[in-house]
């Protein structure tokens, strides 16, 4: 972090960083990321669960999500409106999808849905789970005005900060699961 900058200059630093350890971490890692988050939920029955569809280097929750559906409704994020929280339209395998906001794919149709459990996209994250995203709070506003959800961060091990800067209006998660392990909040190193 710099000396003596502010917070959006030492976030745009820790994001440049987290950023470049992702594009460069192996797919391998990322897809062990994704087995291990499949691990932690295969459990679950009868939830609503957001999950996310991957840009970029990002690890990809959607084997999981496939895989969940069976059992419970998966819904993905839609950007409805600049400084708007997320909204999330119902997802299920082989669905028609159109390019939204951000170059993201969302489903061409389906109903509305209020997440149980939210599997989040990270650029980078610390021990705390504390999580950094690409800048637009899209996911802050939202896990913000859903207190009783469980938020999970998906990530590789390399995406890890020694501390990502925080703002008042920052949420963090309450765990992130990578290629080396399960984070939790409150977790010690």
């Given at each position: ?38 691990a932690r939920l295969r459990h679950l029955r009868g939830l609503v669960i957001a999950g ?120 963090h998660l309450h765990h992130v699961v990578t290629n080396a392990r399960v984070h939790s ?5």
């Amino acid at each position: 972090m710099t000396q003596g900058g502010s917070v959006q200059s030492d976030k745009a630093q820790v994001r440049r960083a987290c950023l470049a350890a992702r594009d460069a971490s192996d797919p391998l890692a990322r897809a062990a990321a994704s087995v291990r988050l499949f691990a932690r939920l295969r459990h679950l029955r009868g939830l609503v669960i957001a999950g996310y569809l991957p840009i970029g280097s990002e690890a990809s929750s959607v084997a999981t999500m496939a895989a969940l559906s069976r059992d419970n409704t998966l819904c993905v994020p839609v950007v409805t409106a600049k400084g708007a929280a997320l909204r999330f339209r119902e997802w299920w395998p082989g669905c028609a999808l159109e390019t939204g906001a951000f170059g993201v794919s969302v489903p061409v149709e389906g109903g509305w849905r209020v997440p149980d459990l939210l599997i989040v996209p990270v650029v980078g994250f610390d021990a705390s789970c504390a999580r950094m995203g690409y800048g637009g709070g899209f996911y802050d506003r939202t896990l913000a005005g859903l207190p009783a959800a469980t938020a999970i961060g998906l990530a590789v091990e390399a995406q890890r900060a020694d501390r990502i800067p925080l703002e008042p209006t920052d949420v963090h998660l309450h765990h992130v699961v990578t290629n080396a392990r399960v984070h939790s909040r409150g977790d010690v190193g």
